[in-house]
């Protein structure tokens, strides 16, 4: 299903980091099914290239943790398409803890190089790009686990936490340059990230890469900025309310770039 609105601005192409497999790849295909030129970066090269030429893409290998690699990617994405004016910032990783006591730091920085340096290192080197294509669309693939706790991973909900903050504090400040940043947040979905707890997870309903993929079309055509979209087995994505805390006692508005600035507080302003 592909979602077209009189708000949905034609995507005319597109970026997809981990585009190479599960959710990108899903994103990768919907993306080219609405007539888009996609780039499909992933560290796989392989992967990166099967996707690309099923979806008569381009393909680009490197690792998206690593600084430079994705401005470089969405330089060559820009000069091959002419414009670019979608980034999906979908790869990502799960930890291999086992256990709040075991820690090993070097699983944990390549979790976090992924999941949060990717996401900051990717707008970061977006924004003049949307800017030069007059505007654009940023969507971040978070996850569940960044809206609610995953105690079987605490160091992958810290870090889709962390992603979350980043796209509703930046968000704001973008949408004013018609830049508008969301992300997403599926449940668990059936893909080679769920490997290591397919057994764990028993029946339980998984969400298809599609699912995921449909619910970015959605957030492509509906979101408004800073919105966080969850998307669960059974459902469509769905606009997810944060419930705000209250602000301080006396009435006093929030500072232009302090907390509440984008008016998530808005829901606390009542207990003055
Ligand atoms: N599968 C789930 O249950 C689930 C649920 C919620 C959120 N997510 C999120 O969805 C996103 C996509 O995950 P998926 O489930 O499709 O997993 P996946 O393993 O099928 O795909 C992830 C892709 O990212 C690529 N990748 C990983 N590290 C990279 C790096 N450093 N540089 C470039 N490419 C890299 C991998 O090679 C792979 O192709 C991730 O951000 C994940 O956290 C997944």
């Known amino acids: 299903m592909v979602v077209t609105t ?3 601005p034609r995507t005319t192409s597109a970026l997809v980091t981990g585009g ?3 959710i990108g790849a899903a994103a990768s295909r919907m993306l080219a099914g609405t007539g888009a030129r996609v780039a499909v970066v992933d560290i796989d090269d392989r992967a990166a290239r099967a996707v690309a030429s099923e979806v008569d893409g381009l393909a680009l290998c490197g690792d ?3 600084p430079g690699v994705l401005a470089r990617a969405l330089e060559e994405a820009e000069q091959t398409f002419g414009t670019l004016d979608v980034v999906l910032l979908n790869a990502g990783t799960a930890s291999q803890q086992n256990g709040i006591d075991d820690l090993d730091v070097a699983d944990y920085r390549r979790v976090l190089g992924v999941n949060v340096d990717h996401v900051v290192l990717g707008l970061t080197a977006a ?3 949307l800017r030069r294509a007059r505007g654009g669309r940023i969507v971040v693939t978070a996850s569940l686990a960044g809206l609610v706790p995953m105690p ?3 160091i992958y909900t810290l870090s889709k936490h962390a992603v979350v903050g980043y796209v509703r504090a930046v968000a704001p400040v973008l949408a004013d340059e018609g830049i508008r940043v969301n992300a997403v947040c599926p449940g668990f979905a059936d893909t080679p990230l769920l490997d290591p707890a397919r057994e764990q997870l028993g029946d339980f309903p998984l969400l298809r890469p599609e699912d995921v993929a449909d619910a970015i079309a959605e957030v492509l055509a509906q979101g408004r900025p800073g919105e966080c979209w969850f998307v669960q087995p059974g459902r469509p994505g769905e606009r997810y309310t944060f419930r705000g805390v209250p602000g301080p006692r ?4 929030a500072p232009a770039v302090g907390p509440g600035a984008a008016g998530h507080l808005d829901e606390g302003a009542h207990d003055r």
């Open 6 to 8: 009189t708000s949905d």
């Open 20 to 22: 190479g497999s599960g």
């Open 64 to 66: 998206v943790a690593s």
């Open 127 to 129: 924004v003049p790009v």
């Open 152 to 154: 079987g991973d605490p």
């Open 250 to 253: 006396g009435g006093a508005a």
